[in-house]
C-alpha cells in the first residue's frame, strides 16, 4: 500500500504562531546484518517557541532516535532516509537541517547553540579527563565571542543559577567528582549557557531520586520563562510530562499515534495505546495490595514490525477487518488532537 501523505501537525492553542522548530514525517533506520530496523518511522510534530513538547512511550518507541535525529547525530549503522526537520530563524526563511551536512560548520554551529541536548546519563556525555570548567568554557567560546576570562564568569554565574554550591571552587573539579544529581545539574548549565532557543532534554531526570527531580523541573522551567526557551522534553514517566509538558505526543513504535495538548491528552485520550499507558499508571486511590493494569504483551521487535496498525497484537479494541491489514493515518479528533486509529474513521 502506498503510504499517505503526512498530516501537518498544528498542536499549539495559539494556532496563529509559526513553529520554531518542524519534524516532517521524520525517517530514521539501522541497517544491520540481520535486517532494517524502522526506529522512527514517519513521526510529525511541531515545537512552539517558549513552549514545552512532551514525548512519551515505552523503551524503544524512538523517542530518543527522534531527538538525536533533529541533531544528526545518529550513530553507525543508522541512518536518517527521509523527513524533514525545519528550524526557523528570526525572520528568514526555515532551515532543513536534515540538509546540512552532518559533521558541516552549519549544523556544528546549531548544535549546542540554538539547539541544545540534555542526555539521561551526564557521564557519557562528559570527558573524563578534563576538569568541568574547561569543558563548560569551551562551549561557552564555541558560539559566543567571550574571551577565556569572561566565559569563565558566565560558566560561574550558570553552575550558581542550577544550585552548585561553591560553583567557583566546582570549576576545577572532574566529573567524577560531582555526585549524580550535580552532575546532572552541571550538564543542565552546559546546555543551557550558550542560550539555546531549544531545549531537547532526554530522560533528564530518571536516574535521579524524587527530590533531585523534582529540583531539576523546578529549575528547567525557570530557565524556560526567563528566556522563553522550547523544550522538548523526553521520557516514559507520564507523572513528569503532566507537570512540565503544554502538548504531549505519544510515540509507539517509531510513529507519533496521538498528539495533543497535555489537559485533553490526561482528560480524554483517544489512542488505545495512550488510555492503556495512562491505565498503567499507579493512582493514589488504588486499594491497598490492587494489582495495577498493564498494557498486555510486549512491545514487538522493529525488525518484527505488526502488519496494519503496529499496535493491533495488544490492543484491547483490535477490530478484525480492518487493523491488521491496513495502516491508519494520524486523523484530527475534536478541535485540538490527534491519533492514529480507525476507532476514529476509516481513512
Ligand atoms: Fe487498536 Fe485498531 Fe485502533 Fe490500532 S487501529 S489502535 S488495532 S483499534
Redesign the pocket.
Known sequence: MQSPEPETVVTDEDTGTRPLLSVEDLQTYFFTDEGTIKAVDGASFDVYSGRTLGIVGESGCGKSITAKSILQIIDNPGRIVGGQVKLSSNGDASKNLLEMEPNGEEIRSIRGGEISMIFQEPMTSFSPIHTFGNQIIEAIRLHSPLDKEEAHGLAVDWLRRVGIPSPEQRMSEYPYQFSGGQRQRAMIAMALCTEPRILIADEPTTALDVTTQAQILDILQTLQKQNDMSIIFITHDLGVIAEVADVVAVMYLGKV?EIGPVESIFSSPK???TKALLSSMPTIDAAPRERMPSITGAIPHPQNRPS?????PR?????SD???LRE?DLVSIGTDQQA????YGRN
Open positions: 499515534v489512542h488505545p495505546y496494519g496498525c503496529s499496535f493491533h490492543c484491547p479494541s483490535y477490530m480492518i487493523c491488521g491508519p492514529s486509529c480507525f476507532l
